[in-house]
């Protein structure tokens, strides 16, 4: 059974950090993925990055100021949030894709398997 488990949201101020986690278990995933959805919006992108973590995408709101990453011993996903805006404020969810064949945008919603339940993000102005 898949599990992923997100930790590491809060509140923090403007030009703050801080550094999600999502414990990924019961499966085997070929990408891993943060999206991000604030109040009245749709859930978007945030950033994305293969099993082995050469290669990663990110959102044009998202690079420069976030990292994403994995530690595959412990099965962890990470994003480190830095400098933060108040209009980075919403619930960030971790997603995983299972491993198979074909081509797939990383961006789209519809292209992950399983979601995490979200951590909630605030930042202060």
């Known amino acids: 059974q898949v599990q992923l488990v997100e930790s590491g949201g809060g509140l923090v101020q403007a030009g703050g950090s801080l550094r999600l986690s999502c414990l990924a278990s019961g499966g085997t995933f070929s990408h891993y993925a943060w999206f991000r959805q604030a109040p009245g919006k749709e859930r978007e992108f945030v950033a994305a990055?293969?099993?082995?973590?050469?290669?990663?995408s990110y959102a044009v709101s998202a690079k420069g100021r976030f990292t994403i990453s994995r530690d595959n011993a412990k099965n962890t996903l990470y994003l480190q949030l830095d400098s933060l805006k108040p209009e980075d404020t919403a619930v960030y969810y971790c997603?995983?894709?299972?491993?198979?064949?074909?081509?797939?945008?990383?961006?789209?919603?519809?292209?992950?398997?399983?979601w995490g339940q979200g951590t909630q993000v605030t930042v202060s102005s």
């Open positions: 990055v293969n099993w082995g973590g050469g290669s990663t």
């Open positions: 997603a995983v894709r299972i491993s198979r064949s074909g081509s797939f945008y990383v961006s789209g919603t519809g292209n992950y398997d399983y």
